[in-house]
């Protein structure tokens, strides 16, 4: 599976993404080592902090189904580019802080960076503190 194809599916998804407040749709599909693919969409909601991301959810579905190693997260929008907002890129930084994150406008304007380079000094709980003592 290249970045084309997965970004793609991202593409694809993102016509289920429920967004009548703001009207923007995200997809991600995120290709896992084993080869299988999470995919998420936004969802909005009335009290608009329960609003969830695309990226979030398709990270969910892929821990839900016992899956924590990827291999590349594609993420496309109803209107250009897809970068992952910062509670994403942190919630992303837990599972896949070396994982390319693949989005563009269209399939022949892609741009790949890793969620590390989206979040420099990125926290985690594991690296900061010796939780393993208490
Ligand atoms: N959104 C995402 O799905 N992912 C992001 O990284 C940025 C924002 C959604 C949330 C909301 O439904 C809409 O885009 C507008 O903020």
């Known amino acids: 599976m290249d970045k084309k194809e997965l970004y793609l599916i991202a593409k694809e998804v993102l016509k289920n993404a429920y967004t009548p407040f703001s009207g923007f749709k995200v997809g991600a599909a995120i290709l896992a080592k084993d080869g299988r693919i999470f995919k998420g969409v936004n969802v909005e909601n009335s009290s608009f902090g329960g609003t969830i991301c695309a990226e979030r959810n398709a990270c969910l579905n892929a821990i839900t189904e016992g899956c924590k190693d990827f291999e590349m997260i594609a993420i496309a929008t109803s209107e250009g580019f897809g970068w992952p907002c910062g509670m994403c890129r942190q919630f992303l930084y837990e599972f896949a802080p070396d994982v390319p994150v693949i989005t ?10 890793t969620i590390k380079e989206l979040l420099p000094e990125g926290f985690r709980l594991e690296e900061t503190f010796d939780y393993n003592k208490f």
């Not at 563009?104 to 960076?113: C, M, T, V, Y």
């Open 104 to 113: 563009g406008p269209d399939e022949n304007h892609l741009q790949e960076k």
